[in-house]
């Protein structure tokens, strides 16, 4: 048998990515850069994905708002319209979409083999479920930001203060659900469960986080789901600041934002609590993507 | 096989090694030392066990016993290390084939730490060797078959491995691709010196090869060079048609002290010197000869007499079959 093989001295002497940690870093912004590029190479895309926010807001926000009439909670108070109630809504619809669709590209990458390319790396595989996390998050911001180009035409006036107010609130959801998103697509091994996540997970979230109708008066099953959906934790503060831009009194927006135990909920809390689901997701996401063969 | 002191410039070496899954064992213990500079060719039917093989020794699966050192490094106890020294071609396709063919290359490069001083040389430097230079900004979904394995192939090399591992580098590509594939690997391992490990199924390609180890059901049948193992077969093919083959048949067994082997009017013997064996035949039998032909052996022939049975393309692939699922489940959802 062979005697003690000793390891060429040539090999010691390679380079090794002399920081891993610096090697995970790179690992992950290059995840997160193929993630914009494919994002960006698809620029028709991101125009035709303002046709389904449109199609809400002008069909069924409009349908809507003149069958409630002025019977509606946001009718004549403050001159609030359903449309401009709901148009925050459908930011927060855009982000949920795009985050949860963008971060299950992974199961598209594991079926047409890109995947292995990656998993194979020399590289820790958090570098996986973070890029793609963050990679996921910006094209949900950017898809749910655009949207406020058709501010105007619902008759809401954006300020500089608003814009900014919105844009680390829109990244935190599209944070949470993005890594959500990662999450559950480290579990799946193909596209069949892809459905199942759509009819399940994505349409109960968008209907039951508040996008549609206020979150208040509700039967109590139904109250109990709504503050277990995290999107509603997401969408509330967006809407908050939508609609005060709006210039509607502030004990207007408490009636119409989201309460617990009747008590209205801080921005920042809300946001905090999307945050700390999103990093827990990205843990869990981790854990699951090291734990793979 | 021999029980030498590895030599110093043995790449990979694996020792014993073993992978049972539930009830299958796909590989039985398999013995194996490649050379730095050689190119090694893996082969053997579908299901023999080369894929399970392969995956090993890049540390993409665990053995069930044994072990393996590529590259010097211990591919159980440092999966990372032999990572970074091997360059990997998967028998499946694994390009992003929106992004162009320099877009694949950065993106590898990145997650191999490439010295960003190195980064642009060395990518254009395997654009060229590859031939792919002009095609560099194109989209992959636009590659054919060819350019698409010519740019995993560069892909694999841009992080200067020392081992190249090529799983069914040209299945389901066109011959004329397959040889150019070929003569791409080929030039690789003379200009950068580096060792080409591959698995193939077509007996043909196994011939690039410098040596081979034949695998059948999980186990090393056979191992060397080309010439070596066609050696075992016995020289030369020679088949002759007789209009009496029995009797020729008779003839050539008590003249010649051959036993031919018969199928209808053709008889096919193994010798070990055709060309001194055809004009003795000719001379002594008394039966009538039509024609005469001799060949080298194939290794088509070696493995139909190491395994009695011939290779060839089984059942398409579990992948394959996976792949072909998820088209089809793209093509409705178009």
């Known amino acids: 048998m062979s005697v003690n093989v000793a390891t060429p001295a040539h090999a010691v002497a390679l380079p090794l990515p002399a920081d891993t940690r610096m090697a995970t870093l790179r690992a992950i912004y290059i995840i997160w850069y193929r993630d914009i590029l494919r994002f960006w190479r698809d620029r028709w895309r991101l125009v035709a994905s303002l046709a389904q926010p449109l199609l809400f807001l002008i069909v069924f926000g409009s349908g809507l708002s003149s069958s409630l009439g002025g019977a509606s909670t946001f009718g004549t108070k403050g001159g609030l319209s359903y449309i401009q109630f709901m148009y925050p809504g459908i930011i927060g619809m855009a982000i949920l979409f795009t985050a949860i669709f963008g971060a299950m590209s992974i199961v598209w990458d594991r079926e047409f083999g890109f995947l292995k390319e990656v998993l194979v790396a020399p590289i820790d595989r958090s570098a996986v479920a973070i890029g793609k996390a963050l990679g996921s998050t910006t094209q949900a911001m950017i898809q749910g930001l655009i949207l406020l180009v058709l501010a105007p035409l619902i008759g809401v006036t954006l300020t500089v203060p608003t814009v900014l107010a919105m844009i680390p609130l829109a990244a935190v959801l599209a944070f949470g659900l993005s890594a959500f998103g990662v999450a559950l697509a480290s579990t799946m091994k ?4 892809f459905q199942v996540v759509m009819n399940f997970l994505m349409m109960p979230m968008f209907f039951l986080s508040g996008a549609l109708f206020p979150l208040n008066n509700l039967p109590g099953w139904m109250t109990v789901l709504t503050r277990l959906d995290p999107a509603s934790y997401g969408i509330d503060p967006l809407r908050r600041v939508v609609l005060s831009a709006s210039g509607l009194p502030g004990p207007v927006i408490d009636r119409l934002g989201l309460t617990i135990n009747g008590s209205v909920l801080p921005i920042w809390l809300e946001a905090g609590i999307v945050l700390a689901f999103g990093v827990v997701m990205l843990g869990i996401a981790v854990v699951s993507f090291q734990r793979r063969d | ?123 254009d430097e395997m654009l060229a060797l590859m031939q792919l230079t002009d095609r560099a900004s194109s989209q992959v979904k636009t590659y054919s078959g060819g350019m698409k394995r010519r740019l995993e192939i560069a892909r694999g090399m841009l992080h200067q491995p020392q081992i190249l591992f090529l799983d069914e580098p040209t299945l389901g590509l066109d011959p004329q691709t397959r040889q150019t ?14 060792t080409i490990f591959m698995t193939t199924h077509y007996m043909d390609e196994a011939e690039y090869c410098d040596r081979i180890a034949v695998i059948d059901r999980g186990q090393i049948v056979a191992l060397g060079t080309p010439d070596e193992l066609k050696a075992m077969v016995g020289g030369d093919v020679v088949t002759i048609t007789s209009s009496q083959p029995d009797a020729a048949a008779r003839e050539i ?41 001799m060949r080298r052996p194939s290794l088509d022939d070696v493995f139909l007499k190491l395994t009695g049975r011939a290779i060839r393309d089984e059942e398409a692939s579990a992948t394959d079959q996976n792949r072909a699922m998820a088209s089809r489940f793209m093509a409705r959802r178009r």
């Open chain 1, 190 to 193: 193909s596209m069949q469960g």
């Open chain 2, 1 to 123: 096989m021999n029980e030498e002191v590895a030599a110093a410039d043995t790449v990979i070496q694996a020792k014993g090694l073993v992978k049972r899954y539930k009830e299958v064992e796909a590989v039985r213990g398999i013995d194996l030392e490649v050379r730095a500079g050689e190119i090694f060719g893996f082969l053997g039917p579908n299901g023999a066990g080369k894929s399970t093989t392969i995956s090993i020794l890049c540390t993409l699966l665990k053995p069930t016993a044994g072990t393996a050192r590529v590259a010097g490094i211990d591919v159980v106890h440092d999966p990372a290390g032999v990572r970074q020294r091997i360059g990997l071609v998967f028998q499946d396709p694994s390009l992003d084939d929106q992004l162009t063919g320099r877009e694949n290359l950065d993106f590898h490069a990145f997650i191999y730490s490439v010295p960003s001083s190195e980064r642009r040389k060395r990518i």
């Open chain 2, 181 to 194: 594939i070929w003569a791409h690997v080929n030039e690789l391992r003379n200009s950068k010196g580096v």
């Open chain 2, 253 to 293: 067994k008590e003249v010649l002290g051959v036993t031919p082997a018969r199928d209808n009017g053709t008889l096919r013997m193994e010798v070990p010197d055709g060309k001194a064996f055809v004009p003795r035949l000719v001379r002594e039998l008394k039966a009538p000869v039509d024609t005469v032909s």
